[in-house]
Structure formats: C-alpha cells, structure tokens
Nanobody
C-alpha cells in the first residue's frame, strides 16, 4: 500500500519560512517524479514544484527564487523549503508521486495546511 504523508504546515507571518515534508511508503522516491501542489480556497489546484527521477526541478513562476524542492533518499522523503512567504501562498499543500508523468494517475497525500498572515 502506497502512502504519502505530509507534515510541516502551520501558521506563519508574512516573510517567514516553513519546511514541508512528504514521507513515502510503498514506493521508492528515487524512481518517481515527485511534486508539491497547492489549492487555495475557491481556486484550482496548481503545481508548485516538481523534481524528476533525474533531478530536474521545475517551479511555478509565483514561487521561483523563494521555494526549493529537495529529496532525501535515505529517508524516502521529499521536502519543500518555503521562504519569504506571502499571504497568497496560503493553501493546502499536497505531495504527489508518479512513475509515468501522469499526475492524475499517481499517488497523492492528504495535504497539510499552510496559512500566511499579514
């Protein structure tokens, strides 16, 4: 059974930082592309950052230079370091994994809430 469990969300003031973690079980993250998505209230879900099995990273324009995606193979965990947070970063952040590039057919975590206050 595959599980992706996110942690690290919370309430932070604008300009602050948070680090989200996504620990996988049932799959090996080194053989999967991994991504962080977010969905704000009343908005569509969007990809925030992704990293392929070959370590190619991509970021949404809105987070470039502020967010960093990384992996720890030993812990089978993916991280999202979020710096210089803005109120518009407030959303539920979810972790996803795919072997074939089709995220809708991949594995998803339950999500963790990030709230950025003024």
């Amino acid at each position: 059974q595959v599980q992706l469990v996110e942690s690290g969300g919370g309430l932070v003031q604008a300009g602050g930082s948070l680090r989200l973690s996504c620990t996988a079980s049932g799959i090996t993250i080194s053989t999967h592309a991994m991504a962080w998505y977010r969905q704000a209230a009343g908005k569509q879900r969007e990809m925030v950052a992704s990293i392929t099995a070959l370590s190619t990273r991509n970021y949404a324009d809105s987070v470039k230079g502020r967010f960093t995606i990384s992996r720890d193979y030993a812990k089978n965990t993916v991280y999202l370091q979020m710096n210089s947070l803005k109120p518009e970063d407030t959303a539920v952040y979810s972790c996803a994994a795919t072997r074939d590039g089709n995220w809708s057919r991949g594995y998803w975590g339950q999500g963790t809430q990030v709230t950025v206050s003024l």
